[in-house]
């Protein structure tokens, strides 16, 4: 029988005043904000990522910043709540901290930042950053990218507030243009407006934030694709206690063009409101923590010239930057993308896979969508490609969220390491391929689909022949969006079927559509979110993951069947070859 899975996501904690409801993890990760049925934050996080929603404790030491997140699961933190109020307390080095938010009737938000370091003198600050959605949740959920196009940003200077930023939706919802201020009441030092400008293209590698090594933030508007606004508070000294108190502001229409930095005056008094509520005297809880095998991000190397003429003798159309190669193409038309190029691009490079051949599509074609930072199957679907989703879709050109899309762990030394940037992407036109150069390997994985069949496969190599062990994640989504409706599950002859739940869209059109995921060359053990959290509740953060015995080279298989599995199609145990399927659709791609 088929085990009932989730992916609806459940947020434990919802606070709600006026027209605002604000949902929070057990975690203290912001899930979802919303103001008049307006999705006010652009991501649903995963507690497992956390929330793009943060306060960073700053200390200024000879070399630089020490940078402590104060929020979630990327803190040190311990959360409770009480009421209407959350609580985040902990130490960050000789700072002792405790943040608080808090909500007011009026629609209206604070973070309350409290600081103490017991005589000691230090400089510090604290940065406050927020993904902004500002539109009707389909809308945002549908293309973040679009919508942050439509949001106009503005902000503002005074004595007492310092910068305040304003966003206002310019694309009407529902006729109506929703609004968003923020700020500092202790006041704001300097500002940024996207995600962009805060987290920069070196995230993509690094997976830090530039701006939190900055001596400001830039203070310029910029509206591009991902809306983030951050603030800087002012320089505190936290020795006989310090305090920063930053604010959210919602309106549901604002029909005219944003001018100043309005409501001033309801401000104050929606923070002596809010600041009259109850302390979360609550038990206080650690933040779950990660496993403790699992590491950071595995870093690649960029390969040698002498390394990379050696895989690639002859190079056309080499593009170069200052000097230094970026990309170039090879005789058989693949595209080869190095990491430099990346860095510098604000659009990842990605590709679209499709089983099958241009000269013979059909309905029940299979197509993925990969990315160069380590995404290796993302919107995977048969058929419709909105409502038959098997994975869902990456929702950051900056790799901010892991747990979208289908990724994998390499284990390195006792470590789990999650595959992100590599030294070089390859686009072929049945295939992508990344290769990750370590110390003392070079993982290649490739990424193919079938010239017959709507089958897609993964291929993990091991060039110095090592036998490593692997997770494999993906979120499941069988819907047209994520986190909406549970699937089905079950094992079978030693393959997963996935298909989809009762009263899902995908059952009234194709209730027999299923996909079959099964692997070769290495054994596989079901797991879910706990294996990379143990700490989390069942279902917390819903993932499918895969954890594998070691394996020099091994591949996993994904297959989808509108009409499900008859017992007539190929047999999974039989590997699909790579330069088979390869040799067998260039012909029809170079005919186009």
């Not at 966003?167 to 968003?180: A, C, D, H, K, M």
């Not at 089905?488 to 995921?517: F, H, W």
């Not at 879910?528 to 499918?544: F, T, V």
Request: hydrophobic share 35%; with cysteine; glycine share 8%.
């Amino acid at each position: 029988m088929p085990t009932p899975q989730t992916n609806v996501q459940p947020a434990l904690w919802r606070l709600e005043s006026g027209s605002l409801s604000f949902s929070f993890h057990p975690s203290g990760d912001l899930y979802e904000a919303l103001g008049g049925g307006m999705m006010l934050n652009q991501l649903l996080s995963s507690p497992l990522d956390g929330s793009l929603n943060n306060l960073f404790l700053r200390i200024r030491r000879p070399g630089g910043f020490s940078i402590h997140p104060l929020l979630g699961v990327s803190s040190a933190s311990a959360v409770s709540r009480q009421g209407q109020r959350i609580t985040w307390s902990g130490t960050a080095e000789e700072v002792a901290y405790e943040v608080s938010f808090l909500m007011s009737s009026s629609d209206s938000w604070f973070w309350e930042v409290k600081l103490d370091s017991a005589g000691v003198s230090l400089q510090t600050d604290v940065i406050y950053g927020q993904d902004i959605g500002l539109a009707a949740p389909a809308a945002v959920r549908s293309n973040e990218a679009y919508c942050s196009q439509y949001i106009d940003h503005s902000a503002y200077r005074d004595e007492r507030y310092g910068w305040r930023v304003c966003s206002r939706q310019n694309q009407p919802q529902g006729g109506l243009f929703p609004y968003v201020q923020q700020g500092c009441l202790t006041g704001a030092e300097s500002y940024s407006t996207d995600g962009f400008q805060f987290f920069g293209l070196s995230f993509k590698d690094s997976h830090r934030p530039e701006a939190l090594s900055l001596e400001r933030l830039p203070s310029e508007v910029y509206q591009y694709e991902f809306a983030y606004t951050a603030l800087q508070s002012k320089t505190l000294d936290p020795a006989n206690g310090a305090e920063a108190v930053f604010y959210g502001l919602f309106r549901e229409h604002h029909p005219e063009a944003v001018t100043e930095a309005a409501y001033s005056d309801r401000l104050e008094e929606a923070w002596r409101e809010a600041s009259r509520l109850p302390a979360a005297d609550g038990p206080a809880v650690p933040v779950p923590l990660r496993s403790a095998d699992l590491g950071d991000p595995l870093p690649s190397r960029p390969l040698a010239p002498a390394e990379l003429a050696q895989r690639y003798p002859v190079r056309l159309e080499e593009e170069y930057s200052r000097g230094e190669l970026l990309s170039f193409f090879t005789p058989d038309y693949e595209h080869v993308v190095l990491k430099a190029k990346e860095l510098s691009m604000e659009r990842p490079h990605g590709h679209i896979l499709m089983s099958g051949a241009p000269d013979r599509a059909a309905a029940e074609m299979l197509t993925s969508t990969a990315y160069m930072y380590g995404v290796f199957h993302s919107q995977l679907v048969v058929g419709n490609t909105s409502f038959n989703k098997l994975i869902g879709h990456v929702r950051s050109a900056l790799n901010a969220a892991h747990a979208s899309g289908l990724r994998l762990y390499a284990e390195v030394d006792g470590q789990y390491r999650l595959l992100a940037m590599p030294s070089l992407f390859e686009i072929g036109f049945n295939y992508a391929r990344w290769l990750y150069v370590l110390d003392d390997d070079t993982l290649e994985i490739t990424s193919f689909t079938s010239s017959s069949a709507p089958d897609a496969v993964l291929e993990i190599k091991s060039a110095s022949h090592l036998p490593r062990r692997y997770l494999v994640t993906a979120q499941i989504t069988m819907s047209d969006r994520d986190y909406e409706l549970p699937y089905e599950l079950r094992q079978q002859d030693g393959s997963l079927i996935v298909s989809a739940s009762e009263g899902s869209p995908i059952r009234e059109a194709y209730p027999e559509l299923s996909y079959r995921i099964n692997a070769q060359g290495t054994e596989m053990v079901l797991k879910d979110e706990r294996r990379l959290m143990p700490g989390l509740a069942p279902s917390a953060a819903p993932l499918l993951v895969l954890e594998t015995s070691p394996s020099a080279a091994w591949s996993l298989r994904i297959g989808g069947r509108l009409d499900g599995w008859r017992g007539s199609e190929p047999d999974p145990a039989e590997p699909l070859v790579f330069e088979s399927e390869k040799t067998a659709t260039a012909p029809a791609w170079r005919s186009l």
